[in-house]
């Protein structure tokens, strides 16, 4: 489905970013892999390789750093010669007890919108030239507010809008943005956000059981739909943010 098509992704070292690397690697992608822990990335990279036979790029970089981003996007382009597909997925939560910290603040922006504004910016002028996609990671908490997360809630509500406002000044140029919004996934987020695994465990114990469908989402589940929209098959979405949660959104189905 993606045969030479350059998909360029943000966090693939890691959870959501890795799956959807391993995603569009089964078909065929030609990949440019974004991450800071080279260790990690490289098994994502070795992983993607062995599945569809292309050697991914990959780039470590800080997505905070206005450097790295310039880099990120010229490798890409010096490497493959194009961009298609842009992943926007690197991201970071707001620590509960540290959430109303200026610090905390300035980094949850810097890394969830700031980035993914300025990747976009620098990324369009070699999606024009394809006529490509970006695939915006947001979240539920876009929408719904959980004041321990305050400054995630408020940066996840910022990518719902920026995909909306770039989907309408690009679509004209035959450019879609769209975004992806997951309910709870069990990566490392949470234990890098400073949550035990015990915590954690029983956090989505908790969930499986509230939420309609009985389960949680994972990262291939988010992988599936992120490679739709970014798909020949999705050509009439664009400046739209779909949900995936098992239906979580929807309220507790053993209470109606
Ligand atoms: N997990 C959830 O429940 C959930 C739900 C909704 C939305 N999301 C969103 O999904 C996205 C991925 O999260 P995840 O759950 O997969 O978390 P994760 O496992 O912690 O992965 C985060 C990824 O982002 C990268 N990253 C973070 N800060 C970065 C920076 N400054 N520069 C470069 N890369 C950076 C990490 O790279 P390194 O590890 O190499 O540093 C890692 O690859 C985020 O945008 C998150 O908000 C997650």
Not at 56 to 78: F, G, H, R, Y
Not at 135 to 151: A, E, F, G, R
Not at 202 to 214: Q, V
């Amino acid at each position: 489905m993606f045969t030479d098509k350059v998909v360029l992704i943000t966090g693939a070292s890691s959870g959501i970013g890795a799956a959807c690397a391993l995603a569009f690697a089964k078909s065929s992608a030609t990949l440019s892999l974004v991450g800071r822990n080279l260790d990690n990335l490289s098994k994502i990279g070795k992983l993607c390789e062995k599945l569809n036979h292309i050697k991914p790029l990959l780039i470590v970089a800080d997505v905070t750093s206005d450097t790295d981003l310039d880099k990120i996007v010229e490798d890409t382009a010096n490497k493959f010669g194009k961009i298609d597909v842009l992943i926007n997925n690197a991201g970071i939560n707001s620590v509960p007890e540290t959430h109303s910290s200026a610090e905390t603040y300035d980094r949850v922006m810097a890394t969830n919108v700031r980035a993914t504004y300025l990747l976009t910016t620098k990324a369009t002028p070699y999606l024009l030239k394809t006529k490509g996609n970006v695939v915006n990671i947001s979240s539920i908490l876009s929408n719904k507010p959980l004041p321990i997360m305050t400054p995630y809630c408020m940066s996840k509500a910022a990518i719902d809008m920026l995909t909306k406002c770039t989907a309408l000044q690009l679509g004209p140029r035959g450019v879609r943005v769209n975004a992806v919004n997951p309910g709870p996934v069990k990566t490392e987020m949470f234990k890098r956000g400073g949550m035990s695994e015990t915590n954690c465990d029983r956090m989505f114990a908790g969930i499986e059981m509230s939420a309609p469908l009985k389960k949680t989402t994972k990262g291939e589940d988010v992988a599936e739909l992120v490679m739709f929209l970014a798909s020949d098959r999705a050509t009439c979405i664009t400046g739209s943010c779909y949900v995936i949660d098992c239906g979580l959104m929807l309220g507790d189905a053993d209470n109606l």
